[in-house]
Nanobody, 122 residues
């Protein structure tokens, strides 16, 4: 069992930056791939970024490539999402998830956090 708790969300102006953190409980964090997803009001949840347990590769959705960076610290049981050059369309609730494979498919993740709100003002 893995419990995930996101933090770091907030209100930021367009062009600004935020770093989200996702702290995981359990000793097996390092064996899980981690993903970040987001859901804007009235829209479906969408993939943002993913990283395998090894951290040796990363995957991004096209809208965030070059602006967002996913990373992990297995010693701290934490995965991060550094978000730069934020745009109003990045406004959403951001969720982290843990699963066996670093994939864009949300259904492949077994555990989800409660989400953290990111609001980007224009």
């Amino acid at each position: 069992q893995v419990q995930l708790v996101e933090s770091g969300g907030g209100l930021v102006q367009a062009g600004g930056s935020l770093r989200l953190s996702c702290a995981a409980s359990g000793r097996t964090f390092s064996s899980y791939a981690m993903g970040w997803f987001r859901q804007a009001p009235g829209k479906e949840r969408e993939f943002v970024a993913a990283i395998p347990w090894s951290g040796d590769s990363t995957f991004y959705a096209d809208p965030v490539k070059g602006r967002f960076t996913i990373s992990r610290d297995n010693a701290k049981n934490t995965v991060y999402l550094q978000m730069n050059s934020l745009k109003p369309e990045d406004t959403a609730v951001y969720y982290c998830a843990a699963g066996s494979t670093a994939t864009r498919w949300g259904r492949r993740y077994d555990y989800w956090g409660q989400g953290t709100q990111v609001t980007v003002s224009s």
